[in-house]
């Protein structure tokens, strides 16, 4: 049996068929960003106060303000009720006769609110009136697409194993383009939020999707960079959001048609973008899988024989696909045991940290410094040496201590921004935290997937993407502890960023360590006791049938049929000693 990435030395490891393809698949994966953020823009909000006559504009400070609007003074600053008016008639025109005397009654606000539109000219929350007892509605706009991530990945991750990649590609990118343009034609508050809701879970398992084809397609050596390339670019689009929101002055409609019409830019990319070779040969579509790699070699100037897959075709017929029974396992594999519990649990908690503070900093830029976009624009521009910073330094730091480090960093400068009274400073140590909390989704990606053992490496994985997921969802209603103390929502997540580091030295360090395959292993991995020779399959971990063993006999005393790679198409392999 071949190897796939024996069979891409022959075709070209990355040659200019998969340099085309790996570009436009990034290109689609960036603009994931736009959906993913855009509710910083679309669901923004400003200063408001109740209205009390129709076309009544914002003022800072005014007769008519004076006479309707309660206040307070705290430490000699004037601070407006948002929620309620005095009840008096001013229909009849200002006089101090109507506002004073007057009593202290006050009323709901009856007729609407009155917004300042400086940074914003309209958002979602200013045409719905999503403020006082409908905030949480604000807040659910911008949850709605993290909880859509979820169920999206969930659903379209089975979809691409079953179907193939590409279905996933083109179907998604479609779907996005299309929902996209179309929410920013809704009418109703419902209609929006059911669009964001698709806007969550199309594009981020497309993103996804696209990442896991293009791993597929290119040699081992190329395969990191071609999986760093997209998260790094993305940053270049989280700028371009906000210079395209600040064109527009935060009118979200136009904000979101002009996202929606970006996206649609790549469109012509289905018609190019192929099936994954690899994903064809492990579900045994041979003639596919050929005709794939004859478009490889012809653009890559190489060679394939027609015979490529003669052997496999005829173990396919011989064993007809049900050579291995595999063990299935679960994230009750992990649960049972002490030692894995406890990592899982500390890896869980950092995803949920990160996802948390990312987007709890993400999408409340207006909430840090005067200008949302100037300080949304910085917010990306931090992550580009973030995580080139986070790539150079895997290269010759552990895990253990660069995770642990960022962690702690990031939650302390963002505690720490909370307490200058000064806006540049305030905004420096925001945009600090959150350069380092975009390094440490760097890192905890990479460390989760060293840190599980391969047979519950995707179970572990799909957990803590499960974990952030969490976290993006609960990030915006965090901000409504603010109503209590202004502070309050970063000083807990930065607290909760502390926490995940201090736990992060639980975990084992997996620099220039073989990883674990077993859960026997994954529980001695990191321990003194951790033995090299651990690094094949147990022979309790594959059930070797029948079949099996008349396939090995047979191929004894045929040497034209190979037998030598595992798992893949329903063989076995004999571990070398």
Request: charge should be positive; proline fraction near 4%; aromatic fraction near 12%.
């Amino acid at each position: 049996m071949k190897e796939f990435q024996d069979i891409l030395q022959t075709v070209g490891n990355f040659g200019r068929y998969q340099k085309l393809q790996c570009s436009l698949l990034i290109m689609i994966c960036t603009l994931t960003i736009f959906h993913q953020l855009g509710n910083t823009f679309y669901s923004a909000s400003g200063d408001h106060y109740c209205k009390v006559y129709k076309n009544q504009t914002f003022t800072k400070d005014s007769l008519i303000k004076n006479c309707t609007v309660p206040y307070i003074t705290i430490d000699n600053e004037v601070v407006w009720n948002t929620c309620t008016r005095y009840n008096v008639n001013i229909s009849k025109g200002l006089s101090t006769g109507v506002c004073f005397p007057r009593s202290n009654e006050t009323i709901n606000c009856d007729d609407g609110w009155v917004y300042d539109k400086t940074w914003y000219e309209n958002t979602v929350v200013f045409e719905y009136d999503l403020v006082c007892e409908k905030d949480w509605m604000k807040q659910l706009s911008k949850s709605i697409v993290p909880f859509g991530n979820v169920i999206g990945v969930v659903v379209f991750g089975q979809i691409s194993d079953i179907f193939g990649r590409r279905v996933v590609v083109v179907c998604n990118l479609l779907l996005t383009v299309v929902v996209s343009i179309a929410t920013a034609f809704s009418v109703t508050y419902a209609g929006f939020i059911i669009g964001q809701f698709l806007l969550g879970v199309f594009p981020m398992p497309l993103c996804i999707t696209c990442i896991v084809l293009m791993s597929e397609m290119v040699g081992d050596e190329y395969r990191r960079m071609c999986t760093l390339a997209p998260p790094i670019l993305c940053c270049f689009m989280y700028i371009l959001l906000g210079v395209v929101a600040w064109l527009f002055n935060g009118e979200w409609r136009y904000t979101q048609l002009t996202v929606g019409l970006i996206s649609a830019v790549v469109l012509p990319a289905i018609f190019v973008i192929t099936e994954s070779p690899m994903w064809l040969m492990q579900n045994h579509m041979y003639d596919k899988c050929l005709k794939v790699l004859k478009r490889f070699a012809k653009v890559n100037n190489t060679f394939v024989s027609d015979d490529l897959f003669k052997e496999e075709k005829f173990l396919k017929l011989t064993a007809e696909g049900k050579n291995q029974k595999e063990r299935k396992y679960t994230v009750v594999d992990i649960l049972k045991s002490s030692t894995l519990r406890i990592r899982t649990f500390v890896m869980c908690f950092n995803w949920f940290s990160a996802g948390f503070i990312y987007y709890g900093i993400s999408l409340n830029t207006d909430l840090i410094g005067d200008n949302p976009y100037t300080t949304f624009i910085l917010a990306g521009l931090v992550e580009i040496p973030a995580r080139l910073l986070a790539l150079w330094m895997l290269r010759h730091f552990g895990r253990r201590p660069l995770t642990c480090g960022c962690q702690i960093l990031g939650g302390v400068t963002l505690i720490l921004s909370t307490i200058s009274g000064n806006p540049a400073i305030s905004v420096t140590l925001a945009m600090l935290s959150k350069f380092f909390i975009s390094a440490s989704f760097a890192l905890i990606y990479l460390y989760g997937v060293e840190v599980y053992p391969t047979v519950v490496r995707n179970v572990g994985m799909g957990v803590s993407s499960m974990s952030s997921g969490l976290g993006n969802i609960l990030s915006p209603f965090s901000i409504l502890l603010a109503d209590y103390w202004t502070p309050l929502p970063f000083v807990i997540m930065g607290c909760i960023s502390v926490v995940a580091g201090l736990l992060v030295p639980i975990l084992p360090e997996t620099r220039n360590r073989k990883l674990p395959g077993t859960i026997k292993e994954g529980e001695v991995f990191g321990k003194t006791n951790y033995s090299q020779r651990h690094t094949y399959q147990h022979q309790s971990d594959i059930i070797p049938s029948e079949e099996n063993e008349a396939l090995l006999t047979e191929s004894r005393q045929n040497p034209k049929i190979n037998i030598k790679n595992q798992n893949t198409f329903g063989s076995v392999e004999t571990p070398k000693r």
